[in-house]
């Protein structure tokens, strides 16, 4: 099934890779510049599914890279997509590899140094070559995002352009998340949930990404637990697809403070991004219901906002905000995220200084309808203790 959003054309369903025949002989590529995980390419049946459709393209790989999107490993790859000459992009792989592929081929073709663009310090001016993601998780919808996120000693920059970060074609093919691990399962379907919860009281909410965040939130409640737990081919394809419309609804509107906290629990200590964001979702929850005239960010005013939170309960078939997190805690539990700092071996009072000392990326808090100051992330930090 052929569909079209914007800029993008998707592909759709069990079967829709192979499609890719077809776009690859509307491109014409001369080289192909193939982004993939080191692990994933081969476990996910990629490479198997993948090899027949490329056999008559020069292709260079490149998956020498971290699990999370590092300046350095940029470089490496915009050299090797300079050296092969390369005219069109494929990355088939998580949210890493899809960030990964969309910063490099974003950056290629500009003069300076990478850095200079990712901070924003110059503007680009050369419209990048075409790009095709295929992920092989249900969790960043980063098929779906005009953004791309890069590490720089640490501290997470987004890299962003409205027109030019976007892929121009995506395949949602969910028999390449078949054999996805539970861990990674669990993680990145939580994810998704959290981008369609975050987006739904996002500052910059639309009623257009309100739509899609409601419809990823309802497909995740009825299938992440099955997906991880009793996977089925149903399962994984709406996971695949309340991914994407997560993606969808913060291409819109951004994210907001569990992102924001998210990003030292994951650079710091190692937790799985889904993961780090989640653990905060349901305390972030009580706390944005908890808004009032002097701490509200949001300009339609904390009457919307509380309207907004009353909302998401009824999308969570629940009656109140204490309900929608002990909700969040039970499907946590249900897909064995833990839920205690503790446990992640997050303990003493130095480890909460880091999270509060890196946890404040202005464009996420400034996003969170309920301003977030240093008291009120530890206090959040001691209740998730």
Same mark, same amino acid.
């Given at each position: 099934?052929?569909?079209?959003?914007?800029?993008?054309?998707?592909?759709?369903?069990?079967?829709?890779?192979?499609?890719?025949?077809?776009?690859?002989?509307?491109?014409?590529?001369?080289?192909?510049?193939?982004?993939?995980?080191? +692990?994933?390419?081969?476990?996910?049946?990629?490479?198997?599914?993948?090899?027949?459709?490329?056999?008559?393209?020069?292709?260079?790989?490149?998956?020498?890279?971290?699990?999370?999107?590092? /300046?350095?490993?940029?470089?490496?790859?915009?050299?090797?997509?300079?050296?092969?000459?390369?005219?069109?992009?494929?990355?088939?792989?998580?949210?890493?590899?899809?960030?990964?592929?969309?910063?490099?081929?974003?950056?290629?073709?500009?003069?300076?140094?990478?850095?200079?663009?990712?901070?924003?310090?110059?503007?680009?001016?050369?419209?990048?070559?075409?790009?095709?993601?295929?992920?092989?998780?249900?969790?960043?919808?980063?098929?779906?995002?005009?953004?791309?996120?890069?590490?720089?000693?640490?501290?997470?920059?987004?890299?962003?352009?409205?027109?030019?970060? /976007?892929?121009?074609?995506?395949?949602?093919?969910?028999?390449?998340?078949?054999? /996805?691990?539970?861990?990674?399962?669990?993680?990145?379907?939580?994810?998704?949930?959290?981008?369609?919860?975050?987006?739904?009281?996002?500052?910059?909410?639309?009623?257009?990404?309100?739509?899609?965040?409601?419809?990823? +939130?309802?497909?995740?409640?009825?299938?992440?637990?099955?997906?991880?737990?009793?996977?089925?081919?149903?399962?994984?394809?709406?996971?695949?697809?309340?991914?994407?419309?997560?993606?969808?609804?913060?291409?819109?509107?951004?994210?907001?403070?569990?992102?924001?906290?998210?990003?030292?629990?994951?650079?710091?200590?190692?937790?799985?991004?889904?993961?780090?964001?989640?653990?905060? /979702?349901?305390?972030?929850?009580?706390?944005?219901?908890?808004?009032?005239?002097?701490?509200?960010?949001?300009?339609?005013?904390?009457?919307?906002?509380?309207?907004?939170?009353?909302?998401?309960?009824?999308?969570?078939?629940?009656?109140?905000?204490?309900?929608?997190?002990?909700?969040?805690?039970?499907?946590?539990?249900?897909?064995?995220?833990?839920?205690?700092?503790?446990?992640?071996?997050?303990?003493?009072?130095?480890?909460?200084?880091? +999270?509060?000392?890196?946890?404040?990326?202005?464009?996420?808090?400034?996003?969170?309808?309920?301003?977030?100051?240093?008291?009120?992330?530890?206090?959040?930090?001691?209740?998730?203790?």
């Amino acid at each position: 099934m052929l569909e079209m959003q914007k800029m993008q054309q998707e592909y759709v369903g069990s079967g829709s890779l192979a499609g890719l025949k077809k776009v690859l002989e509307q491109e014409k590529p001369s080289s192909i510049f193939l982004v993939t995980g080191k +692990i994933s390419y081969q476990h996910s049946r990629a490479q198997e599914m993948m090899e027949p459709l490329l056999s008559a393209y020069k292709v260079t790989t490149f998956s020498d890279f971290s699990l999370n999107p590092q /300046l350095e490993d940029i470089k490496k790859g915009i050299a090797l997509f300079r050296q092969a000459e390369s005219d069109l992009a494929i990355a088939i792989g998580g949210g890493s590899v899809m960030d990964m592929a969309k910063s490099i081929n974003f950056l290629v073709a500009e003069p300076e140094e990478p850095e200079r663009y990712i901070k924003k310090e110059i503007e680009p001016s050369q419209k990048p070559k075409p790009l095709i993601a295929i992920p092989t998780t249900a969790g960043t919808g980063s098929e779906a995002t005009h953004f791309a996120v890069v590490y720089i000693h640490k501290k997470k920059y987004s890299l962003a352009h409205q027109e030019w970060m /976007l892929p121009e074609y995506v395949f949602l093919e969910p028999t390449l998340t078949l054999n /996805l691990p539970k861990n990674i399962t669990a993680s990145t379907g939580i994810d998704a949930l959290c981008h369609a919860v975050e987006s739904y009281w996002s500052n910059q909410s639309t009623e257009e990404s309100k739509d899609y965040a409601r419809q990823a +939130i309802t497909i995740v409640l009825d299938n992440l637990k099955s997906a991880v737990t009793n996977p089925s081919l149903q399962h994984r394809a709406a996971m695949m697809k309340a991914a994407n419309l997560a993606g969808k609804a913060i291409n819109v509107s951004k994210t907001t403070a569990c992102h924001s906290i998210s990003y030292p629990l994951t650079s710091y200590f190692g937790i799985a991004h889904g993961h780090a964001c989640a653990l905060t /979702l349901g305390e972030i929850s009580l706390y944005n219901t908890g808004i009032n005239a002097e701490d509200c960010l949001d300009t339609r005013g904390p009457a919307y906002v509380k309207k907004t939170m009353d909302d998401l309960c009824s999308i969570f078939r629940v009656q109140t905000p204490e309900e929608m997190q002990q909700k969040i805690n039970q499907l946590m539990d249900q897909i064995e995220l833990t839920r205690k700092l503790a446990m992640l071996n997050i303990t003493t009072p130095e480890d909460h200084d880091i +999270i509060v000392a890196n946890g404040f990326n202005q464009e996420r808090v400034k996003n969170n309808p309920r301003e977030l100051t240093e008291k009120s992330l530890r206090t959040i930090l001691r209740r998730i203790s």
